[in-house]
């Protein structure tokens, strides 16, 4: 079973400041089956990426995401207010798994 | 704008049977485009897929809970449901309904808020 690794645990930045988030699978992911999520308090997740880089509908394009292989990255290009929440990704295909998450908290 | 929302108790005891229900609003479930699952956390790990179902009631479910799983589908209330029987503490959770893009193994493209169930005596 893929193990999906999640790094780091919290990220502290600034408004402004550019997010890189690291999400690390223990065996290569096939075809890039590799979506990403935000998840505010009390909300439901939101997809933001999908297939490694492509952006969900209606996703702002400060939100990127690339990695193919064992290794991918969601980057928050410039954060805005409302970009501060919790981030999972997800191995999807043959069977799902999802990673721990990364906290991206205001400094 | 596609809305989903989890219903059911909040509170199981062990050994019963855990019942919920999610509500679709803004599109009809009988899209043959979609499926629809069921994901849960509980406190402190990882999100779990449990299983998948189509509109047709075919269901995919996750291996570790197949056998105490059941999924259905009402296309007349735009809901579909999840039963898990035999419940212990280790099935306390956050529940969450999704909607999925084409097949029980791809991404989740609308999700609910979720819903904690927790199971103790």
């Known amino acids: 079973e893929i193990v999906l690794t999640q790094f780091p645990g919290t990220l502290s930045l600034s408004p402004g400041e550019r997010a890189t988030l690291s999400c690390r699978a223990s065996?290569?992911?096939?075809?890039?089956?590799l979506a990403w999520y935000q998840q505010k308090p009390a909300q439901a997740p939101r997809l933001l990426i999908y297939?490694?880089?492509r952006r969900a509908t209606g996703i702002p394009d400060r939100f990127s995401g690339s990695g193919s292989g064992t290794d991918f990255t969601l980057t928050i290009s410039r954060l805005e207010p409302e970009d501060f929440a919790v981030y999972y990704c997800?191995?999807?295909?043959?069977?799902?798994?999802f990673g721990q998450g990364t906290k991206l908290e205001i400094k | 704008q596609l809305q989903l929302q989890e219903s059911g108790p909040g509170l199981v005891k062990p050994s019963e049977t855990l019942s919920l229900t999610c509500t679709v609003s803004?599109?009809?479930?009988?899209?043959?485009?979609?499926?629809w699952g069921w994901i849960r956390q509980p406190p402190g790990r990882d999100l779990e897929w449990i299983g998948s179902i189509y509109y047709s009631a075919s269901a995919y479910y996750d291996p570790s809970l197949k056998s105490r799983v059941t999924m259905s589908v009402d296309t007349s209330k735009n809901q579909f449901s999840l039963k898990l029987s035999s419940v212990t503490a280790a099935d306390t959770a956050v529940y969450y309904c999704?909607?999925?893009?084409?097949?029980?193994?791809?991404?989740?493209?609308?999700w609910g808020q979720g819903t904690l169930v927790t199971v103790s005596s």
């Open positions: 803004g599109g009809p479930i009988s899209s043959s485009t979609y499926f």
């Open positions: 999704a909607r999925q893009m084409g097949s029980p193994t791809y991404y989740f493209d609308y």
């Open positions: 065996q290569s992911v096939s075809s890039n089956y």
């Open positions: 997800h191995r999807y295909g043959a069977s799902h798994t």
């Open positions: 297939g490694a880089s």
